[in-house]
């Protein structure tokens, strides 16, 4: 069975840090690009950021750029999202997401291009 599986969620006041975690199991995900998304209340599910299969380039929403960092570990089938400087705009629901090809290509944010989602995890930030 494959599975994506979020951790390191939790609360933090503004302006301080979070290290989300996205573990996979069932298959190697180290030939998908991978992704982070996230869903407020009310909200529709927003990219994030997103990452190649090789780590060499990256993508940013333009809310969290300089903020987040998006890396992978290919030997650990595993997806960081380091979360710096947090503001409680950025409280939300986190997913991971494996998408179907090599590289995100133009349509990173579109959540159809994206094959495997994790269950979330509750990111909450206070002021």
């Known amino acids: 069975q494959v599975q994506l599986v979020e951790s390191g969620g939790g609360s933090v006041q503004a302006g301080g840090s979070l290290r989300l975690s996205c573990a996979a199991s069932g298959r190697t995900f180290s030939r998908n690009a991978m992704a982070w998304f996230r869903q407020a209340p009310g909200k529709e599910r927003e990219f994030v950021g997103a990452?190649?299969?090789?780590?060499?380039?990256?993508k940013y929403a333009d809310s969290v750029k300089g903020r987040f960092t998006i890396s992978r570990d290919n030997a650990k089938n595993t997806v960081y999202l380091q979360m710096n400087s947090v503001k409680p705009e950025d409280t939300a629901v986190y997913y991971c997401?494996?998408?179907?090809?090599?590289?995100?290509?133009?349509?990173?944010?579109?959540?159809?291009?994206?094959?495997?989602w994790g269950q979330g995890t509750q990111v909450t930030v206070s002021s």
């Open positions: 990452i190649t299969w090789s780590g060499g380039s990256t």
């Open positions: 997401a494996a998408h179907r090809d090599l590289v995100y290509g133009l349509r990173y944010a579109n959540l159809n291009n994206y094959a495997y």
